[in-house]
């Protein structure tokens, strides 16, 4: 299994990023999908997750109404949109797949390499 995150970047406040995660060797539309991050001399923290079918998302309440998590089971693909970007955001952007839309990183069993935003202020 692997999970391939891109699009992280230098950006400035305010300022949008569409972050992407190929799946490849597991059954796509098995999984929910969830995004998390690590910002420097933090703990892993939850961000984002989406259902297998796509029917339900939710989210860690600082992103709430900044973000949006979506998945195209036809391409083995998910993403998180982010807009009105924070300083505060900076940090590895990880994706991971797992059994149940969970907010918790137990609830995953797969996990990606992460990629790096950053928001200058």
């Known amino acids: 299994v692997q999970l391939q995150a891109s699009g992280g970047g230098l950006v400035q406040a305010g300022g949008s990023l569409r972050l992407s995660c190929a799946a490849s060797?597991?059954?796509?539309?098995?999984?929910?999908m969830g995004w998390f991050r690590q910002a420097p001399g933090k703990e892993r923290e939850f961000v984002a997750t989406?259902?297998?079918?796509?029917?339900?998302?939710y989210y860690a309440d600082s992103l709430k109404g900044r973000s949006t998590i979506s998945r195209d089971n036809a391409k083995n693909a998910f993403y998180l949109q982010m807009n009105s970007l924070k300083p505060e955001d900076t940090a590895v952007y990880y994706c991971?797949?797992?059994?149940?839309?969970?907010?918790?990183?137990?609830?995953?069993?797969?996990w990606g390499q992460g990629t790096l935003v950053t928001v200058s202020s």
């Open positions: 991971a797949a797992g059994w149940v839309a969970g907010t918790h990183s137990e609830y995953y069993v797969y």
């Open positions: 060797g597991l059954t796509f539309s098995s999984y929910a």
């Open positions: 989406i259902t297998r079918t796509g029917g339900n998302t």
